[in-house]
């Protein structure tokens, strides 16, 4: 993945919804990258769990600028 064009502080999240139950939880969060320059890019190796829903599953990816953590993966980004 990879960050846009704002020079320092960008952050970057994946979330995989596994269940198919429609919500992106802390369990399907696949990881965050935080303190990303302008397109610097970054991978996440992940698993799909056995119990995974199978068909077509929803990925969100958020990238958000000087908001650490990236914890919600619908929340309004607090800097635009």
Do not use: H
């Amino acid at each position: 993945m990879q960050v846009g064009t704002f020079a320092t502080r960008n952050s970057i999240a994946a979330w995989i919804d596994f269940n198919g139950d429609g919500t992106f939880s802390s369990e399907d969060k696949l990881d965050t990258t935080d303190e990303m320059n302008a397109n610097d890019t970054t991978t996440y190796t992940f698993i799909v769990p056995g119990d995974a829903t199978t068909g077509a599953t929803r990925l969100r990816v958020r990238e958000t600028y000087r908001a650490f953590g990236t914890l919600d993966p619908c929340q309004r980004d607090p800097n635009p």
